[in-house]
């Protein structure tokens, strides 16, 4: 599973447009936030009013395809990944915390908290620090049975890895943006439905 965490992550750092993503570094701020990041009841904008991004492998070569729908307080998406020629292929949904990616004081929270259906394929969350940059931020696969229902899960900072770099400490004070991430090493499908991301 890490070998593999790395290999996306890898490719994450050729997709020029994540740079848009995350685009600031720099020490943390006294700026605080609330627990809950997305509800999916705007069809646009997480909870904190910002823009949700969406970008998948075809930046780095692939033909990852994804479908997306936001009603009901549900961000459904699906779709095949076709990696590119010898890389994993990915499709990853981010939110933002801030609108200018200054980093946020997360310290008083545990870690993620996903309300989520996964009814096929792979997926991770990273918690995305200004510390970091070369992209391989601290992530956790969610592992759920495929089973139609929804399940509350829980990844806490403390267990977050990055994937090929020296294991540093995520450090809570720095954090700019959530990302989930759906990937695989060869060509698949997947499809999942999440209602809320927040932090506990």
């Known amino acids: ?25 720099g020490a943390a701020n006294s700026h605080t936030i609330e627990k809950l990041i997305d509800d999916f009841n705007h069809k646009t904008n997480n909870s904190l009013g910002l823009p949700r991004q969406f970008i998948n492998d ?30 994993p292929g990915w499709a990853s949904s981010v939110l933002l915390l801030d609108a ?6 997360l310290s008083q929270y545990e870690g993620i908290k996903l309300l989520i259906k996964v009814r096929k394929g792979n997926l991770s969350v990273s918690a995305n620090s200004t510390e970091v940059t070369n992209f391989d931020y601290h992530a956790a696969p969610v592992i759920i049975s495929a089973d139609e229902q929804f399940h509350e899960v829980k ?17 809570t004070k720095t954090i700019n943006s ?15 439905h999440i209602r809320e991301v927040s932090f506990y």
């Not at 200018?100 to 004081?105: D, F, K, V």
């Open 155 to 171: 990844l806490p900072f403390n267990a977050m890895k990055r994937a090929w770099s020296e294991q540093t400490p995520l450090n």
């Open 58 to 87: 075809t930046t780095a070569g692939g033909k990852t395809t994804t479908t997306l729908t936001i009603s009901n307080g549900s961000m459904h998406q699906s779709g095949d990944i076709i990696p590119p020629r010898g890389q």
């Open 178 to 192: 959530v990302s989930i991430v759906a990937y695989a090493m060869q060509r698949s499908s997947f499809d999942y």
């Open 1 to 25: 599973m890490m070998k593999n965490l790395s290999q996306i992550i890898k490719t994450l750092v050729n997709a020029t447009m994540l740079t848009t993503v995350i685009a600031f570094s």
């Open 100 to 105: 200018q990616g200054m980093p946020i004081n």
